[in-house]
C-alpha cells in the first residue's frame, strides 16, 4: 500500500496508529489528549477495522484511574490495549502502570504531555506529567513533531511487544497535539511489516484464562519480594537495543531513520544541547543556522527516555564536546536539578568511570528549565543556551524564556535572532472564536499541504474566555519540511478578521517590512483609512504594508452566512497571498467546502459557494497615504482606577503581554485578589439589554437568568439620585421593605453584558401597545456605551440594599442582594453561572467554595481576571480548585477546619470568659444564626470580641484572635459539573455525603463533559449524542438524586431555574441550612446541547414539563415532623420527551444520523421518563408518620 | 358490488385513500391502512423548506462555539454522514413500496422553484406510483396579483411535468378568484389530479402569552361542503381526476364526494382521531348505502350530483346561499 502525505495534528496522528495496532481502546477525556479518544470511538462507531480486520472495542471509563484498571483488566486477558491521557489523568495511572510493568506486560500509552496542577493548572505542555512516572518502568519514547507522533507510535507498539516492556509514548500538548502538519502517512502494510504477530500472539498466550490457570498479582512477603523484583532487570538491558532494532526496522521500511538519541549539528561541535519533545525541533532549526554561520555546535536529540541508555548517549556525543547544556521541559523544585539533566551527569560520570565514554575529559555540563506550560521556545532561546555555555562559568539550573528577576536565573536571549529561511511564507490571522478561522485556517493548511509542493504548518492559539474569545492561527508554508515549532512573530501576511481587534491587539507589530495586512472592515472602502486607530495607520505605514479590505460580514451575510466570514476571508488570503493561481485556489477552497460541509447537506455547501464567488468583487486594495492623520488612539486596557497590582500586572495579560512579565510580578503560592473582572471591560455585546421602566414589574427574572451579572437592580433613597446622570433611570419601588417611598433601578453593565439575550427571553412583561417589546429590549451596544457606562458607575456607587431586611427565600429578594460572582468568562448565555451568581448572592458572605476542575473552575479562576467578587465590607467567596476528582473530598476537608475551628474557638471563648466578660461570651456561644439579621448581630460581637482581644497579651488572646472569626457560620460549597459528580468524583462525593457533615454539593448539571467539548458522561441522558456516545447514549441517565435521598438524612434538590425560579431559591436556602450534607442537582442548558443560547431557559422547562428533569426537594427535616421529606415540586410530563429532545441538537441530529437507533432510544428515554415519575409519585406518598417516633438519624 | 376507482390514471381497489399525515410516516399505519381496504395512500409531505431549515440549522448547533476555546474546541463527534435531503424520505417511499400493493403516493410540499425537480425526480426513482404537489403560498406582498400566484403554481407544475413520468396530483387552496379557470389551466398543464382543498394550518393568537402561535386543528366530520361543492362545479369539465379531501370523517362523507364527482376521498382527522381501522367502518358504511340504493359500483355514483347532473344547478350557486340562510332562519 502506498503511502501518502495528510495534513493532520499530532493526536490524530497518534491515534491514526494506536486504533489500528488495538484490540481494546479504554478512554477518558483529558485535555489535550481528548481528541485521540474522541477519534477512536468515532472509528469504532463507524466499524472501522483495526490490523487484523476486527473493529476495536472503545470503551469511556469513569476516569483515568478507572482506564487504567481496564486497560490493566483487558492487558492480563491478552488484548492489544492502549489509552490516551495527559497530566492529571497520567497521575492517576501511577498505580495501574507499576502494576502492568511489573507484569512485564507490553501496551503503549500515547501521552500529550501537559503541565500537572501546582500553584495553578495550566492545560498546556510540558514534560511535568511523564516525569512523575518515570520511575514506573515504563519506557519513555519522545516524539518531537507531528511526523515523529506518527512514527513512534508505531515503532513503540512494535518495540513494546519485542521487549515486554509497557511504553509512554508522549508528544508534547498543544505544540504537539493540536499542530497541523503536513507529513507522510504510514500505510497499514508499513504497520504489518513492523508488528510481529508471533509477539501478538504470544502476549495473548500470557493472557489469564481459565483453561490454562495461573495466578498473577501475589503478595510476598520480605523473604522473597526483593529477588523476585530484580527478576525484570535483563528485560530492561535489552530494551533499549529492542528499540534501537525496531527503529533500524522501521527505517529500512519507511526511510526514516531515529536513534535513540539522535545528533544534529556540527562534527566537531564543542557545545551542545540535550533536548527531548518539540523543542528540539526549535533546537534543530537553531543549531542548523548557528553551523551555517561556522559555529561549533550541536543538539543531541533524546528519544528514548527511559529506560535510560548511557552507551547510546555516549555515543551519540561528538567527542569535541566541552560543554553541554541540558534542557528539561519540567521543574522538580528541591531537585539538584531536573530528571534529564540528572541523568545526563549521571550517564557521563558512569561512562567516564567505566572507559566507555568518546570523550576525552568531562564536559562541563549544566541544566536549564524551559517552555513550562507552554511557554514559547524559539531559536533565540537555544542560541542563548549555547551562549551561555562558551561563557568563562556558565549559569547552572538556568531557565530560559522568563525573566527572572527575584532568582536572576534565566538567561537573557536576543528576541530579534531569525533562523527562518525566507523561502517560508508565514501567516497570522486573527479571528473571533465564532466566525470559522481556525476551521478555515485548517482548511487552508490541508488545500496547500495536499495540493501543492509545499510542506505546511498550522498552529492555534485560543482565548481564555469562552465567550467573545480570540484566536490566532499561525500558518507556515514552504518548500522544505518545517521544524519551526514556536509562533509566528515576523509574519508575512496578517489577516484581522474582526475590526474590533485593532484597539485590543497590537498585530501589526509581528508584520515584516512590506507584508500583507488583510482588514475585515464594516466601513466602504473609502473611509477604512480614516477609520484605523492611529498607532495601526503609523505602522502600515512605517512597514509599508500592502493593505488589503473587505467588508466580509456583508458578503458572508448576503450569502446566508451570518457572521461566519471564514470563506471569504480564507478567498481572499488565497487570492491576495498567490500561493495558487486564484481559478485553482478556489477549485480547492470549493472542494474543501464540500468535503468539510457535504454532510451537512447541501444547502450549506452552495452558501460557502456563494460566498466564494462573491469575494473578488468586494476585496480592494487600500491606497495607503504617507502621513498618519487618524486621531483615534488606543484606549487603556484597564481603568486608571484600577487597583495597583491590576495596572501593572494583570492588564498586561489582558492585553496579550504577558510573556513579559518578570517572575517578581506573581505571588509565590498562586494567591489572587478576587474581584479583578471588574476591570476588564470587554465590551464583546453586539447589543445590550435596556430597561423599559415604565412597564417593568421588577421582579427580578433578568437579573436571577443573567450569566453574567451584568443587570443589576437596587432599591434606594431618592435623595440618593443627586448627581445622576441624565439618562440614569429610576422608578418609584414597588416594595416596602425598605420603608415608604424608596426608588428602584434595574442597570445593565454595558461593557460586560456578552449580548447573550437570555435576559429578554425570560422578562414575563409585554408592552401592551408594541407586543414584540418587553420590559427589557435589545439594543446596539455602540450607541449606548458611554452614557451607559456612566449610568452603571453611578449605579455600583449607590448603597447596597440592607441584607438584613431582604427576603431572601424570593427571587426578587435575591436579586437584590449583590453578585459576588460577575462577568466571568463563561459562554454567552451559559446555564450554570446564574447557579453560581446566586449562591454568591444568598451566602456569599460567608461562603468557601471547592471547586472541581471543569468549565465551573475555568470561569471561576481562569487568568487574567477573577470573577469571585467582594462586598461593601470586604467579605465574598474564598475560592479553590484543588483537582477535578476529589472535589467533594477537599470541600469536606473545609468542613472539618471549620468545625474544628469553630469548636476550638468556642472552648478558648469559654476559658477567657473571665477576661473578655460572660455577656459576651454567653450572647456569641448562645447566639442564633439562621437568618441575616442574626449573622449581622454576632458579627458585630464577633467584632466586639476582637477589639477586646488585642488589649489581651496571652497566647489564647492571641489564638482567638486568630480564630474569632469561625463564631460566625461560614457556608461550604463543593462545586462542579456532571463529569465531576457523576463520574470521576462520585466515589467521593458519595463518601462525604454518608458523611453526614455540614457541606453544601453544588452539581451544575450539563449532562456532558462540557470543559473539555461534550463527552459522554453518566448524566447524559439516553438518546443524546455526545463525543463517546456518537450512536446516542444507549443507557438512562442516572439518578443521582435517587442515589443521595436512598441515604435519608441528606438534603437533596433538583434544581432548573428555566422551570421554576422560586423553587430554586427555596432549595438554596433549604440546602444551606440544613445541618447535613446537601446536594442540589441543578440542570444548566449548555452550548454542548446544540440549542440557542438565548433560549435556554426554555429548553430548562421543556426539560422539566417532559418529566426528563423532573423538579423535587428531598427535606430529611420533615420526617422529625412525621411528614413525607420528598416534595414533587414539577407536575406530571405535560409534553412527550420527543418534543423536548428534538429542540436540541444533540438528541435530534440522531434522527439524522441514525434514524431507527433515535426512534427507539426516544421510546426508551420516554419510558424512563414515565417510569421516574411513578417511581417519585409513589416515593412522596409514602406514610412517614412514625419517623417522628424513632428520630432521624442525621448521621 | 365494485368499490374501485381510477384516480389519476391509477386502478384504486376503493376511494378511500389516506392523506398525507403522520400516520403515513409510519411504515406499519401503512400496512394496516391497506388491510382495512384503504385504495391508496398519500404518504406524509416532505417539505423542501423543512430540510433547507434543518441543514443550516444543524450545521449552526454543532458549529456553534468551536474553535475558540482550547479545551473545547468543538463539542459534538464528527459524524461523517447526515441524512439531511430527502434520502429519509426516499427510503420510505422505497418500504412503503415493498410493504403494499396499493399505489403510494408521495406528497411534496414548498414555495420556491429550488427543489421541486430533484426532488420529485428521486421521488419517481423511489418507485412512488404518484406525487401530489401541495403549493403551500400564503401570499402576504400587496404589490402580488392573482395572476403571478396563479402562476407559481403552474410553474411548479410546468417544471415537475416536464421531469417526472409519474402521474402528478396538485393539490390547491380554495382561495382563487376563479378557481374553475385555474382548475382548467392545471388541467391544461397536464396535472392528472387536483386535490380539493388543503387546509392551511392557520396561526391562532395566545392570549396569556400574547403570542402568535400556529395551531393544529383536526377537521370535524361534515366540514367537506367547501370540496363537495367545487367538486360538482368542476365535475365535467376537466380531465384530471378529483380527490375531495379536508372533513372527510363518515362513510356519508365518502358517498357525497363521490356522488360530487370526487374520484377518490383523502381521510386524514378521522384516522387521526378514531385510528386506522376506521378505514374498514367508513367502507362497511359505504357498502351499505349502496346496497340500500342499489349502487353496485362506485363509478356508477360517480358525479351523479354534480352541477351537471343535478335537477338544480343553481343550487351550487348564489342562490344556494340565500336558500341555506333561510334554512337557518
Known sequence: MARKMVTIDGNEAAAYVAYRLSEVVAIYPITPSSPMGEHSDAWGAVNKKNLWGTVPHVCEMQSEGGAAGAVHGALQTGALTTTFTASQGLLLMIPNMYKIAGELTPTVFHVTARTLATHALSIFGDHGDVMAVRQTGWAMLAAGSVQEVMDFALISNAATLRSRVPVVHFFDGFRTSHEVMKIEALSEDDMRAMIDDELVRAHRARALSPDRPVLRGTAQNPDVFFQARETCNKYYDAAPAIFQAEMDKFAKIVGRQYHLFDYVGAPDAERVVVVMGSGAEVAREAIEHMVAKGQKVGAVIVRLFRPFSVKHFVQALPKTVKGIAVLDRTKEPGAIGEPLYQDIIAALEESMGEGSCPLSSMPKVVGGRYGLSSKEFTPAMVKAVLDNLSAASPKNHFTVGINDDVTHLSLDYDAGVDTEADDVVRCLFYGLGSDGTVGANKNSIKIIGEDTDNWAQGYFVYDSKKAGSVTVSHLRFGPRPIHSSYLISRAKFIGCHNWTFLEKVDMLTNALPGAVFLLNSPFDQSEVWDKLPRRVQEQIIEKKLKFYAIDAIKVAGEAGMGQRINTVMQTCFFAISGVLPRDKAIEHIKAAIKKTYGAKGDKIVQMNYAAVDSTLASLHEIKVPAKATSTIELPPVVSPEAPEYVRNVTAKMIAGEGDSLPVSAFPVDGTFDTATSQWEKRNIAIEIPVWDSSICIQCGKCSIACPHAAIRMKAYDKAELAGAPATFKSVAYKGKEFGPDKVFTLQVAPEDCTGCGVCVEVCPVKNKTDVSKKAINMEPQLPLRETERENYKFFLGLPDNDRTVIDLTTVKGSQLCRPLFEYSGACAGCGETPYVKLLTQLFGDRAIIGNATGCSSIYGGNLPTTPYAKDANGRGPAWCNSLFEDNAEFGMGYRLTLDKFAQYSRELLQKMADQVGETLVSEILNADQTNEQALAAQRARVAELKKKLTQINSPDAMNLLSLADHLVKKSVWILGGDGWAYDIGYGGLDHVLASGRNVNILVLDTEVYSNTGGQMSKSTPRGAVAKFAQAGKPMPKKNLALIAMSYGYVYVATVALGANDSQVVRAFQEAESYDGPSLIIAYAHCIAHGINMKTGFSHQKAAVESGHFPLLRYNPRLMEEGKNPLKLDSRPARIPISDYAYSETRYKMLTKSQPEAAAKLIELAQRDADNRWKFYEQMAELNYSHASENGVNKG | ?329
Request: glycine share 8%; proline share 5%; net charge negative.
Open chain 2, 1 to 329: 358490488m365494485d368499490l374501485s376507482t381510477t384516480y389519476m390514471g391509477l386502478k384504486l381497489k376503493s376511494p378511500l385513500m389516506p392523506g398525507a399525515s403522520p400516520l403515513t410516516a409510519d411504515l406499519g399505519s401503512l400496512r394496516q391502512m391497506e388491510d382495512h381496504g384503504a385504495g391508496a395512500v398519500v404518504l406524509h409531505s416532505l417539505f423542501e423548506e423543512q430540510l433547507t431549515h434543518e441543514q443550516k440549522e444543524l450545521h449552526h448547533y454543532m458549529m456553534q462555539g468551536t474553535e475558540g476555546f482550547a479545551e473545547s474546541l468543538s463539542y459534538f463527534p464528527d459524524i461523517d454522514s447526515f441524512k439531511l435531503g430527502p434520502e429519509e424520505y426516499l427510503e420510505h417511499i422505497r418500504k412503503a413500496k415493498e410493504s403494499l400493493t396499493i399505489p403510494v403516493i408521495a406528497s411534496l410540499n414548498g414555495v420556491t422553484r429550488g427543489g421541486w425537480i430533484d426532488f420529485a425526480r428521486q421521488i419517481e426513482q423511489a418507485g412512488a406510483d404518484g406525487l401530489e404537489l401541495n403549493v403551500y403560498f400564503i401570499p402576504t406582498n400587496p404589490d402580488l396579483t392573482g395572476g403571478e400566484v396563479e402562476a407559481i403554481y403552474l410553474n411548479i407544475l410546468a417544471a415537475v411535468k416536464s421531469f417526472v413520468q409519474i402521474p402528478v396530483a396538485v393539490k390547491l387552496s380554495p382561495f382563487f378568484s376563479s378557481l374553475p379557470n385555474m382548475a382548467h389551466k392545471l388541467d391544461g398543464m397536464g396535472a392528472n389530479a387536483l386535490v380539493l382543498f388543503n387546509r392551511f394550518y392557520q396561526p391562532d393568537f395566545d392570549l396569556e402569552e400574547m403570542e402568535v402561535k400556529p395551531r393544529v386543528r383536526l377537521s370535524r366530520p361534515g366540514g367537506n361542503l367547501m370540496s363537495l361543492r367545487w367538486i360538482a362545479i368542476l365535475y365535467g369539465h376537466i380531465k384530471a381526476s378529483m380527490a375531495a379531501t379536508t372533513g372527510i370523517h363518515t362513510a356519508e362523507d365518502v358517498i357525497k364526494s363521490v356522488l360530487a364527482g370526487a374520484d377518490a376521498t383523502q381521510l386524514c382527522s378521522v384516522l387521526l382521531q378514531l385510528g386506522v381501522r376506521e378505514v374498514s367502518t367508513i367502507l362497511d358504511g359505504m357498502k351499505k348505502w349502496m346496497d340500500a340504493h342499489d349502487y353496485e359500483s362506485v363509478a356508477q355514483m360517480k358525479g351523479v350530483m354534480s352541477q351537471k347532473s343535478v335537477a338544480e344547478p343553481a343550487a351550487f350557486e348564489r342562490a344556494n346561499y340565500m336558500k341555506a340562510l333561510q334554512s337557518y332562519k
